[in-house]
């Protein structure tokens, strides 16, 4: 086994939809995979191109999005490091539902689909952690759905940063990952708006902003605005 094919197997057996599968079959799908690298702001693929295969990200971010007929930005998800996007084109051979763009320089695992679907045929365990990859994709655009729909901006700011929260090794403390406009994007905003409703969390001690750290001054109080529906701000 050559050095990239035994970094590639080491990296993949930490990735949910090949855990459980022994030594050899882990190499038989890093044989598989395609390494590609993507600069920032290029576009791995548009929404309506063929999808060829799922990616996994090795390093870097990549954001899913779609635009709106009018030409606005909706971010569906930003994904990180071990991370995968895509799978459904590669189960169903159809088009990519939505677009995908490196936000920093990002290195990919690519999983052409005609050689996946032949490994699945020989490795039916992965098509078992798929169905639970596949849930869970369920459950976050059905979040997403309803943040949109029937959370005003403050709550859906409360969502994002209590899930930054959730991942940070001080629950107090987040590092903003995301620029301002993407930020907005993600959630449904444009920049202008985002800024008065940080300004106005500020204003409430809620939360204490320095550049792109943001002080939770109050989580219980962020739990409530995120929960609250669509009212008046």
Same mark, same amino acid.
């Given at each position: 086994?050559? &050095?990239?094919? !035994?970094? /590639? ?9 090949? !855990?459980?599968?022994?030594?050899? %079959?882990?190499?038989?799908?890093? =044989? ?5 690298? +993507?600069? =920032? ?24 999005? =779609? ?24 189960? &169903? ?23 996946? *679907? ?8 992965? #098509? ?6 596949? #849930?869970? +994709? *369920?459950?976050?655009? #059905?979040?997403? /759905?309803? &943040? ?12 994002? *940063?209590?899930?930054?929260? &959730?991942?940070?090794? %001080?629950?107090?403390?987040? =590092? ?17 708006? @985002? ?13 204490? @902003? ?8 109050? *989580? ?14």
């Amino acid at each position: 086994m050559n &050095d990239r094919i !035994s970094e /590639i197997t080491r990296f993949i057996a930490h990735i949910q939809m090949f !855990s459980n599968l022994p030594p050899e %079959n882990l190499e038989a799908v890093a =044989k598989v995979a395609i390494a590609k690298t +993507y600069q =920032k702001q290029e576009v791995i693929f548009w929404e309506g191109e063929a999808g060829m295969g799922f990616f996994i990200i090795l390093s870097g971010k990549v954001k899913v999005f =779609k635009f709106s007929p009018a030409g606005k930005e909706q971010i569906l998800h930003i994904f990180g490091s071990g991370e995968n996007f895509a799978e459904v084109p590669a189960f &169903d051979g159809k088009c990519y539902p939505a677009s995908a763009e490196a936000l920093t320089t990002t290195e990919l695992l690519f999983f052409p689909r005609k050689a996946f *679907l032949e490994l699945l045929e020989k490795q039916p365990t992965i #098509a078992i952690n798929m169905l639970a990859i596949f #849930a869970r +994709y *369920l459950r976050r655009f #059905a979040q997403l /759905i309803e &943040d949109l729909s029937l959370k005003e901006v403050p709550g859906r700011l409360a969502v994002y *940063l209590l899930e930054l929260s &959730d991942r940070s090794p %001080n629950p107090s403390v987040v =590092k903003l990952d995301l620029t301002k406009a993407q930020l907005s994007a993600l959630l449904g905003t444009v920049p202008e708006t @985002l800024s008065r409703v940080f300004a106005k969390l500020s204003e409430q001690g809620l939360i204490s @902003l320095n550049g792109t750290s943001v002080k939770l001054l109050n *989580l219980q109080a962020l739990k409530v605005l995120s929960a609250e529906k669509r009212h008046s701000f």
